[in-house]
């Protein structure tokens, strides 16, 4: 069946510094979703990519979909205490069909 | 807006012992989902329903029973307690599997 892929699963930052956690899906996807879950608390929805290529931006956070459409980067610049918590990617093979989800990469941000 | 509302948001069982985690969204949105949280294991899905009436296995589904009877709630059935059903539970929805899902706060059970 399909996996989805999380590297790193732990990153340690000092604040200020930049970020990056990857994707990889075993199969081509549909579409990857983005979710950050706080320490204690539940995933949050941050954003879907759809198209080969795609690049998104939120503030300090960028998103890319791969040309392939198997693999997927979040990139925050500048960390900030804010930004601790765990990412999760999920993926989807087809339109419609059921998301899996990536092991998550747990991001601690030193102040 | 509510959002998705779990109940409890802790529980513990002893082994054997049956109970129901109760989800309700407010949202009108048709698809609904039970994942399961465990360290270092992400994500897994349960059970989901893409509208009422209509549901289907996860990859995680033993020991777990679900029914859709209205678009509103989704209830989890633990049949009969075990524990590696040591696990937070997240009930999850959304207007379609295409779309973000919305995550209720969770319940954290304890399986002695």
């Known amino acids: 069946g399909q996996q989805v892929m999380q590297i790193p699963q732990y990153q340690h930052v000092q604040e200020g510094e930049d970020f990056t956690t990857y994707c990889n899906s075993s199969?081509?996807?549909?579409?990857i979703q983005w979710y950050k879950q706080r320490p204690g608390g539940h995933p949050v929805f941050l954003i879907q990519l759809v198209k080969s290529g795609e690049v998104k931006k939120q503030k300090r956070l960028t998103f890319q979909f791969g040309e392939a459409k198997k693999n997927s980067s979040l990139h925050i610049t500048a960390t900030q205490t804010t930004d601790v918590g765990t990412y999760f990617c999920?993926?989807?093979?087809?339109?419609?069909?059921?998301?899996?989800f990536g092991e998550g990469t747990q991001l601690t941000v030193n102040p | 807006n509510a959002g998705v509302t779990q109940t409890p948001k802790f529980q513990v069982l002893k082994t054997g012992q049956s109970m129901t985690l109760q989800c309700a969204q407010d949202m009108n949105h048709e698809y609904m989902s039970w994942y399961r949280q465990d360290p270092g294991m992400g994500l897994r899905l349960i059970h989901y329903s893409v509208g009422a009436g209509i549901t289907d296995q996860g990859e995680v589904p033993n020991g777990y029973n679900v029914s859709r009877s209205t678009t509103e709630d989704f209830p989890l059935r633990l049949l009969s307690a075990a524990p590696s059903q040591t696990s937070v539970y997240f009930c999850a929805s959304s207007y379609s599997a295409d779309y973000g899902y919305t995550f209720g706060s969770g319940t954290r059970l304890t399986v002695v």
């Open positions: 199969t081509t996807l549909s579409n």
């Open positions: 999920a993926g989807a093979e087809t339109s419609g069909s059921r998301l899996t």
